[in-house]
């Protein structure tokens, strides 16, 4: 048997760029600090490990801390936007 022409007729492509974002101190127990290439304002969210809105807020620039006190132990991602652009990395909370 010969196998039918199955050459797609549209492409998804996603967005590959990405925001670089760095996190200091990680593990974190009450301030993390917060640094991207962002180069005006950028809004953050905090999610913990079922996908839910831990924290979530503005910041004017792309350096910027985080009072992460009333967070409970554990893991969490932190999500950076600005312009269009998404940042994430792992945060552990102590």
């Not at 009450?30 to 079922?50: C, K, P, Y």
């Not at 620039?61 to 990395?89: A, M």
């Amino acid at each position: 048997t010969e196998l039918a022409d199955c050459s797609p007729t549209s492409v998804f492509t996603p967005n590959t760029q990405r925001l670089p974002v760095r996190l200091y101190p990680n593990p974190v127990a009450e301030v993390l600090r917060v640094e991207s290439d962002a180069t005006g304002a950028v809004s953050w969210s905090i999610f913990n490990t079922l996908g839910q809105v831990a924290a979530h807020s503005t910041a004017p620039s792309g350096t910027f801390s985080i009072d992460v006190q009333k967070l409970t132990p554990g893991v969490y991602i932190l999500e950076v936007r600005s312009g269009g652009i998404t940042g994430t990395q792992r945060i552990v909370k102590r």
